[in-house]
């Protein structure tokens, strides 16, 4: 069992930063691919980021290339997704999501088994 908590969400004004944060449990949490999604309202969950286990790969979503990174920090079993030139479009809900029982990043979430409750990111005009 993995439980997955996020935190760092917040309203922020467009061009504006924010940290997310991942914390996880469980003991092999380096062996899991973590990913990060979005849910807008009214909108499909999309794809954001995800790094590979032990942090070998990221891939990020055309749309935030560029603007976020993710990294991972398995001594703490934490990853981040830091955010920055943030847009109103980047309005949503933030989840992330471990994926157990395969080691490769991936940007289908049907592929991840555990998700957090998720945190509320709303950016301003």
């Known amino acids: 069992q993995v439980q997955l908590v996020e935190s760092g969400g917040g309203l922020v004004q467009a061009g504006g930063s924010l940290r997310l944060s991942c914390a996880a449990s469980?003991?092999?949490?380096?062996?899991?691919?973590i990913s990060w999604f979005r849910q807008a309202p009214g909108k499909e969950r999309e794809f954001v980021a995800t790094?590979?286990?032990?942090?070998?790969?990221?891939y990020y979503a055309d749309s935030v290339k560029g603007r976020f990174t993710i990294s991972r920090d398995d001594a703490k079993n934490t990853v981040s997704l830091q955010m920055k030139s943030l847009k109103p479009e980047d309005t949503a809900v933030y989840y992330c999501?471990?994926?157990?029982?395969?080691?490769?990043?991936?940007?289908?979430?049907?592929?991840?088994?555990?998700w957090g409750q998720g945190t509320q990111v709303t950016v301003s005009s």
């Open positions: 790094v590979s286990w032990r942090g070998y790969n990221t």
């Open positions: 469980g003991r092999t949490f380096s062996t899991y691919a």
């Open positions: 999501a471990a994926r157990t029982t395969a080691a490769g990043a991936s940007r289908r979430d049907y592929e991840y088994d555990y």
